[in-house]
């Protein structure tokens, strides 16, 4: 499966959208087989939902209710309500992308999630925020990582060789998560190579042929220094045929 070509959330359209749930985001990004997971919903109105599929399998609502809203964010864009969902697809579970779907009293609301194996990803590990402790990451992988605090940035380090042609990608707002990332390349020197920013929408994505076999780092940050849960992102980086 190709992960990054993840579609846009979509929302069903009720009877009642006064107070019609919103799913704006789900966290983390993608969900894996065999192992249980804890999701959790941000959104609007989901304090009032009472029941989530996700495909045909009936999710347990853990917990719902109020959550902040982070400074200069608007409630009605970012939401202000989130559910806490939990959930263990077996392993033979197909994966690809599902149909997530809150309801409550006031009508639904869909969002599309990926679901893939465990091995197809890698988990984004703190401390990365330095070159000292940037996080190895594999061509060819997605890696699941959310910027959790304002001003942390989140970075990576890969071998590359001369005259590869790579595209590294972000998916973060088109999927609904609060995060601008912006994506810098650094050299073995720590050096700037080049950087990107709303590319697909606000989410960044590069385009480039290496001029040496060396250690590269890429950083990956929020625009406006903000931070928090539902900062995710998918980033993955893939050689070009």
């Known amino acids: ?45 989901l304090d009032e939902i009472t ?9 347990e609502i853990a917990s719902k209710g109020k959550t902040a809203v982070p400074q200069n964010y608007d409630a009605k864009r970012v939401g202000d309500t989130q559910a806490e969902l939990s959930i263990s697809l077996p392993p033979e579970t197909a994966t690809g992308m599902l149909k997530l779907v809150a309801t409550s009293p006031h009508g639904t609301s869909q969002y599309d999630i990926a679901v893939a194996r465990p091995d197809e990803l890698i988990v984004e590990k703190e401390p990365n925020d330095g070159f000292k402790t940037a996080q190895p990451i594999v061509i060819g992988k997605t890696i699941v990582g959310t910027i959790h605090d304002p001003r942390n940035v989140d970075l990576f380090s890969f071998e590359g060789m001369a005259g590869e042609k790579l595209t590294i990608r972000v998916q973060a ?16 020197n720590g050096q700037i190579v080049t950087g990107s920013d709303d590319v697909d929408g606000r ?5 480039i042929e290496l001029k040496k076999t060396a250690r590269y780092y890429v950083l990956l940050q929020d625009a406006n220094d903000s931070g928090g849960p539902h900062f995710c992102y998918l980033l993955k980086i893939d050689r070009k045929s």
């Open 173 to 188: 707002a088109q999927l609904g998560s609060l995060l601008d990332p912006f994506l810098t390349l650094y050299d073995e």
């Open 1 to 45: 499966m190709v992960l990054m070509l993840l579609t846009a959330v979509t929302f069903a359209q009720e009877a009642k959208p006064d107070k019609q749930p919103k799913i704006i985001v789900a966290t983390p990004l993608v969900v894996t087989v065999g192992t249980p997971v804890k999701l959790t919903l941000r959104g609007l109105f």
């Open 51 to 59: 029941e989530v599929k996700l495909g045909e399998t009936k999710l």
């Open 203 to 207: 989410d960044p994505r590069l385009e």
